[in-house]
């Protein structure tokens, strides 16, 4: 039946849409350099874990497949990217204290940095 195969192609077609969302990390690496937008680190395939899309404009469900709305940071970058937006809506005046260096500290250890989720 026609009908049944237009039910059919539309599923197809959502589930690749959705399949093509969840891997927009992977399609943007397909499509972007392997440089960090930021500080221009190069990644070569062992150490691609540390390379992460950034969403330009914050969200996470607008991937075009041009990769316009993608850009791939380290994740040092990317944390300060987000670190910015942060400090820029929280940072309290006056607040005295070794912020930027307990921020350069976590720099130190890889494993913390990932496990460090910011709220
Ligand atoms: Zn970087
Ligand atoms: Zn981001």
Not at 58 to 64: K, M, V
Request: charged share 40%; aromatic share 6%.
């Amino acid at each position: 039946m026609a009908k049944k195969k237009l039910d059919h192609l539309i599923a197809e077609a959502k589930k690749a849409q959705q399949e093509r969302a969840r891997s927009y990390r992977e399609q943007a690496l397909k499509i972007l350099p392997w440089i960090c937008g930021r500080c221009a680190r190069e990644f070569v395939r062992e150490r691609l874990r540390e390379l992460t899309v950034h969403h330009k404009d914050g969200n996470h469900d607008n991937n075009p497949p041009d990769g316009s709305n993608w850009e791939l940071l380290c994740i040092y970058c990317h944390e300060n990217e987000h670190a910015r937006v942060e400090d820029a809506k929280f940072e309290k005046p006056g607040k005295s204290g070794s912020d930027p260096v307990s921020r350069h500290r976590a720099f130190e250890g890889l494993d913390a940095l990932l496990k460090k989720k910011r709220k």
